[in-house]
């Protein structure tokens, strides 16, 4: 079955980096584009990135571009998120996923001092 299992949250200090990892598995991921989400407490699931299915088109929410990375390895069924200057703001929730299939349980990213 469709199953997506995001790694590699954590704590970390304003104006720090992390690599969120996203494994999929039960579909032919090099057709599907992938996409990230996150929540954070008391407000509703938001988009924050895309990649095509070729990986040469990438999308992201304003509040991210220039600061997020998004990319993939097909030959590992894998796609990552890059993110530099972290804010406060970005502590959330975060998930991957395609147009079908479950919603993993995602990463906690908590941006504090």
């Known amino acids: 079955q469709v199953q997506f299992v995001e790694s590699g949250g954590g704590l970390v200090q304003p104006g720090g980096s992390l690599r969120l990892s996203c494994s999929a598995s039960?579909?032919?991921?090099?057709?599907?584009?992938i996409d990230w989400y996150r929540q954070s407490p008391g407000k509703e699931r938001e988009w924050v990135a895309q990649i095509s299915p070729s990986g040469d088109r990438t999308i992201y929410l304003d509040s991210v571009k220039g600061r997020f990375t998004i990319s993939r390895d097909d030959g590992k069924n894998t796609v990552y998120l890059r993110m530099n200057i972290l804010k406060p703001e970005d502590t959330a929730v975060y998930y991957c996923k395609t147009s079908f299939g479950p919603w993993g349980q995602g990463t906690q990213v908590t941006v504090s001092s």
């Open positions: 039960g579909f032919t991921f090099s057709t599907e584009s």
